[in-house]
Nanobody, 127 residues
Framework: QVQLVESGGGLVQAGGSLRLSCAAS????????MGWFRQAPGKEREFVAG????????NIADSVKGRFTISRDNTKNTVSLQMNGLKPEDTAVYYC????????????????????WGQGTQVTVSS
């Protein structure tokens, strides 16, 4: 079992930056691919970024490509999402998630393939 706790959300003006972090419990963090998803009010949860177990392969949604970067530190059991050039449409609750499948390829974008979820952190971008 893995518990995930997000932090780093907040209110920022358009064009600003935030760095989200997700801390994982347990000793098997390096066995999980990790992803970030977001959900805006009235919308479905959408994939934002993913990173494989080693950190060597990432997958970034087109809507945030060039602005967001995902990284992980397996020695600290953390995964981070650096968000630059934020836009009002980035406003959402952001969730980190863990995928325990043995794949070492590009992380999946499908939310139902992730096994563990954090409680979410709110990101609000004002115009």
């Amino acid at each position: 079992q893995v518990q995930l706790v997000e932090s780093g959300g907040g209110l920022v003006q358009a064009g600003g930056s935030l760095r989200l972090s997700c801390a994982a419990s347990g000793r098997t963090f390096s066995l999980y691919a990790m992803g970030w998803f977001r959900q805006a009010p009235g919308k479905e949860r959408e994939f934002v970024a993913g990173i494989n177990r080693s950190g060597g392969r990432t997958n970034i949604a087109d809507s945030v490509k060039g602005r967001f970067t995902i990284s992980r530190d397996n020695t600290k059991n953390t995964v981070s999402l650096q968000m630059n050039g934020l836009k009002p449409e980035d406003t959402a609750v952001y969730y980190c998630a863990g995928d325990r499948s043995p794949s070492i390829g590009v992380p999946t974008t499908a939310a139902d393939m992730y096994d563990y979820w954090g409680q979410g952190t709110q990101v609000t971008v004002s115009s």
